[in-house]
């Protein structure tokens, strides 16, 4: 009965995660969603979205594949306090955040960085740094995950056998750690392509300019395209799609190798 | 050769008090005691995986307390043996090797050497998760051995073994400590196997020495046969 009823829980999701889909694909015949995918401004979010979206992985994953070793493998005062608020981007609204960016963008320190070293308010660089705050916390997540289920003696035995504390980190952890980070580098950039509340609220919504996948179906129904809004956002599935697959293909193909169960 | 000094740490549950022992260079000696005595706490302080408390670790006459483990020239085989799984047979053995920047023939060599002399010479090809036990411990034990360490510390490398093999095991173990003469402290729980290989046994009991004394009259806990830790060699 139970399992029945669970089976029933599933059924009913797939149907309802099905039907949004399908409203999606309704929505936009065949030939105007070639049309729309072919146009210039759906090229260039297009090209924005994967560019952005890839530059604030690599910059999230620079900052979290240390911090995310410390919080997994130091003792410190305040530790907890640090664990708990770098909860905070994950679950407070990206809107929020980039209100935040845009408010500090607004104060003496932030001024300085907009005027003598990069323009973020309005810009493409806004996208990125909006995208790395929101997507950096749950690089730290998923990384320190990942650490917290290394086995520790890995790296004690590589000390013993003659590695400093870096070279076990560069030799054995990482190495260790490898499909899981790979997991975490692909949610990070699936979860930056779609990151639309602090985008649109420090880099504004300006078409061919700041104008990502999700701002660009932001302003699609603006101007009451939604034709063209409904072909965006498949494109935006088909993305995200490939990118969980492509993290499910890496997780069989570390298991393969003996390492699936760290993935 | 190993020299330890009123060594006191505490890890968890776990703990050391006072630990003092001396092993002499060439001698094989072993730990035993019941699960949660502190062994294996005991091992990883003489490894340099542990901070001490208080206390003073001497290893060949030199005070490496305040030494990181890479600096101590110690070879180790921990519990179930941590091999590396991203790492085939050959490599996880040659790891300690490429970390000394020995070249391909040096390695070549030592691997050549180290796998004859525990009967791997079949196996370096194959990926650490499809190997047996048995495979997986003489693997460990030649990762271990293949510098050449002038201490080496087995953590119940036999425990999960199959019983005929770990006595094969004891006999090759027994073999290559007369050949190369390498200090070992060994951690068990079976009072065969201590007899087995080692001239002396100390019973650690809540993170202190109850008894040392030869392995054959060391009772599992306590009790006749061992000299009090007190009048015992220290």
Redesign the interface.
């Known amino acids: 009965m139970f399992k029945a009823a669970a089976a029933g829980a599933l059924a009913l999701l797939g149907i309802y995660f099905g039907c949004l889909l399908a409203s999606i694909a309704g929505a936009a015949s065949p030939g105007r969603f070639l049309a729309v995918l072919g146009s210039g401004e759906v090229l260039f979010a297009i090209r924005l979205s994967v560019v952005c979206a890839t530059l604030a992985t690599l910059a999230a994953m620079a900052v979290a594949l240390p911090a995310a070793w410390a919080l997994s493998r130091l003792e410190f005062p305040g530790k907890n306090l640090v664990d708990t608020l770098l909860d905070l981007p994950i679950v407070v609204s990206p809107i929020a955040l980039g209100a935040a960016l845009l408010l500090f963008f607004g104060t003496a320190p932030g001024r300085f960085v907009e005027d003598r070293i990069a323009g973020f308010v309005f810009t493409w660089g806004g996208l990125v740094l909006a995208q790395f705050t929101v997507v950096a916390a749950l690089a730290v997540r998923l990384l320190k995950s990942t650490f917290d289920s290394i086995?520790t003696?890995?790296e004690?035995?590589?000390?013993?056998?003659?590695?400093?504390?870096f070279?076990a980190f560069r030799k054995?952890t990482l190495?260790?750690a490898?499909p899981g980070m790979t997991g975490a580098v692909l949610l990070t950039w699936a979860r930056a392509v779609g990151e639309f509340g602090a985008s649109v609220t420090l880099a504004g919504a300006t078409a061919m300019k700041t104008e990502t996948l999700p701002i660009a179906i932001s302003l699609s129904f603006a101007t009451a395209d939604v034709e063209k809004a409904a072909a965006v956002v498949l494109v935006l599935v088909g993305i995200a799609s490939a990118a969980l697959l492509s993290l499910r293909l890496v997780i069989v193909a570390f298991r393969n190798?003996?390492?699936g169960d760290r993935a | 050769m190993i020299e330890l000094r009123g060594l006191g740490t505490e890890a968890g549950a776990f703990r050391l008090r006072g630990v003092t022992l001396s092993v002499g260079a060439g001698e094989y000696i072993a730990v035993t005691g019941p699960t949660g005595s502190g062994k294996t706490v005991l091992l990883?302080s003489i490894?340099?995986?542990r901070r001490n408390a208080k206390g003073t670790v001497f290893i060949r006459g030199e005070d490496v307390s305040r030494w990181?483990?890479?600096w101590?020239g110690?070879?180790?085989v921990?519990q179930?043996r941590?091999l590396?799984?991203?790492l085939d047979v050959r490599e996880n053995i040659a790891?300690?090797l490429r970390?000394?920047g020995a070249g391909r023939a040096e390695i070549q060599a030592a691997l050549s050497e180290t796998a004859a002399m525990l009967g791997i010479e079949g196996l370096l090809g194959r990926?650490?998760?499809k190997l047996s036990g048995g495979e997986a411990q003489r693997v460990a034990l030649a990762?271990a051995l293949v510098?050449k360490p002038a201490v080496l510390l087995l953590d119940e490398p036999f425990g999960s073994i199959h019983p005929a093999l770990r006595r094969k095991l004891w006999h090759e173990i027994e073999a290559l400590h007369r050949r190369t003469g390498f200090t070992a402290v060994h951690v068990t729980h079976d009072p065969e196997e201590a007899a087995a290989l080692a001239s002396r046994s100390v019973l650690l009991v809540d993170g202190a020495i109850e008894r040392i004394g030869a392995p054959e009259g060391m009772p599992d806990r306590g009790g006749a046969g061992g000299a009090p830790a007190s009048g015992g060699p220290s």
Do not use: H, N, S
């Open positions: 086995d003696r890995c004690g035995i590589a000390r013993v056998m003659g590695c400093t504390e070279q054995v190495r260790l490898w190798r003996g390492l | 990883e490894a340099g995986l990181p483990p890479e101590r110690i070879g180790y921990p179930d941590v590396f799984p991203f790891f300690p970390l000394r990926r650490v998760g990762r510098v």
